[in-house]
């Protein structure tokens, strides 16, 4: 059957260390490989999307690289802050007709001042 | 733009009575979507509508599980009987075009308490 998984442990970090989250999946391919940031209370927010010919991908300080060979994404945020604390989710695409989309569980990100 | 709405924020119902949650999506999103999540999980797919058309229903309880988007605009989930497991967060979310290609935007959910 199909996965996605993500580490359930929260990960807890120093602020201004590189962050690493990683997403592996089964019995998929995806044709994109989303990330979303979710507050508590909230719903999730769009951070970056890669596609399946994409090796990576940047935005500011956040960088996601996606290797269908292995089956994983990794989730990089650099010089991490306080404020980069929350539940990080990926989404996989899959097309079936039409693009049907599946998140992740999460990881819980901690960045300790 | 305006971003996704829902309503109502919280909702605390008897089990067997029904309850309907409201989704109004960003302007010309084409494709709405509703999500279930349960604590320490993610999102799962409930239903995902292409203008009024249904896309994807596999993972709705259809036997209580309902939806609708009329007019292609707003939509609205309906459960009846609810059960305690149903307790959860009923998230709606819309895109451009289906593909996922810009990401989706959330509302910020409706928090559903099943006691």
């Known amino acids: 059957s199909q996965k996605i998984e993500q580490n359930s442990e929260a990960l807890n970090i120093q602020e201004g260390k590189t962050a690493t989250l990683t997403c592996n999946y089964t019995n998929y391919s995806p044709a994109y490989l989303q990330w979303y940031r979710q507050d508590p209370g909230r719903g999730p927010v769009f951070l970056l999307l890669?596609?399946?010919?994409?090796k990576e991908k940047r935005k500011e300080r956040l960088k996601v690289t996606f290797d269908t060979t292995l089956k994983q994404s990794l989730f990089h945020i650099t010089a991490s802050q306080p404020a980069d604390s929350a539940t990080y989710l990926c989404a996989l695409d899959k097309y079936g007709g039409s693009y049907i989309p599946t998140f992740g569980r999460g990881t819980s990100l901690i960045v300790h001042p | 733009e305006a971003g996704v709405a829902q309503s109502p924020r919280y909702k605390i119902i008897e089990k067997r009575q029904s309850v309907a949650f409201w989704c109004n999506p960003i302007s010309g999103h084409a494709t709405l979507y509703w999500y279930q999540q349960i604590l320490g999980q993610g999102p799962k797919l409930l239903i995902q509508?292409?203008?009024?058309?249904?896309?994807?229903d596999s993972q709705l309880p259809k036997d209580r599980f309902s939806a609708e988007r009329l007019k292609g605009v707003d939509s609205t989930l309906k459960i009846q009987p609810a059960k305690l497991e149903d307790s959860a967060v009923y998230l709606c979310a819309s895109s451009r075009s289906g593909t996922g290609n810009y990401g989706y935007t959330f509302g910020s959910g409706t928090r559903l308490t099943v006691v």
């Open positions: 890669i596609r399946e010919n994409e």
């Open positions: 509508f292409q203008n009024n058309g249904v896309v994807d």
